[in-house]
């Protein structure tokens, strides 16, 4: 198995090894693209894999109506960050679940399994600005679970 993720590392360049590996992805959210109704692809998993994701905003989302997202798989779309509204989510804030603030508690952890894509899905109107980067925190359960950004 090979994998281009990444552990996190204290000061001195040491592994931190308990929260597993680290893939990321940043959306800059534009109203026909990224902000579009429908999903976007964030992550994409082969084999076995435990996921904690959440995401940090740079950016204050903006709409121009009443906008809802989460993230999840085609199975669940709202599986692993339950709906919020998007405009709540404000620069400096951590979305973890069906609020965000600028501190909250860790993720839940979830398995996903055979080629799973995890999805962001927007819906009832279009994200018009801001910026969310997510991380997939995840740790390989079976000899080829992999977690790789779409």
Same mark, same amino acid.
């Given at each position: 198995?090979?994998?281009?993720?990444?552990?996190?590392?204290?000061?001195?360049?040491?592994?931190? %090894?308990?929260?597993?590996?680290?893939?990321?992805?940043?959306?800059?959210?534009?109203?026909?693209? %990224?902000?579009?109704?429908?999903?976007?692809?964030?992550?994409?998993?082969?084999?076995?894999?435990?996921?904690?994701?959440?995401?940090?905003?740079?950016?204050?989302?903006?709409?121009?109506?009443?906008?809802?997202?989460?993230?999840?798989?085609?199975?669940?779309?709202?599986?692993?960050?339950?709906?919020?509204?998007? %405009?709540?989510?404000?620069?400096?804030?951590?979305?973890?679940?069906?609020?965000?603030?600028?501190?909250?508690?860790?993720?839940?952890?979830?398995?996903?399994?055979?080629?799973?894509?995890?999805?962001?899905?927007?819906?009832?109107?279009?994200?018009?600005?801001?910026?969310?980067?997510?991380?997939?925190?995840?740790?390989?359960?079976?000899?080829?679970?992999?977690?790789?950004?779409?």
């Amino acid at each position: 198995m090979v994998t281009s993720s990444t552990f996190i590392r204290d000061g001195n360049f040491v592994p931190i %090894t308990n929260r597993g590996l680290t893939t990321s992805k940043e959306v800059t959210f534009v109203a026909g693209t %990224t902000g579009a109704i429908g999903t976007l692809d964030l992550f994409v998993v082969t084999g076995t894999v435990v996921v904690n994701i959440f995401a940090v905003c740079s950016s204050d989302l903006t709409s121009g109506g009443a906008v809802t997202i989460s993230v999840g798989t085609a199975d669940s779309v709202q599986g692993l960050i339950a709906t919020e509204t998007a %405009t709540n989510i404000n620069a400096g804030f951590v979305w973890v679940s069906n609020s965000s603030d600028f501190i909250d508690d860790y993720p839940v952890s979830k398995i996903v399994t055979n080629s799973s894509t995890i999805t962001q899905t927007v819906a009832d109107a279009t994200i018009t600005g801001g910026v969310l980067t997510y991380y997939c925190l995840w740790t390989p359960i079976s000899q080829d679970g992999n977690v790789v950004a779409a």
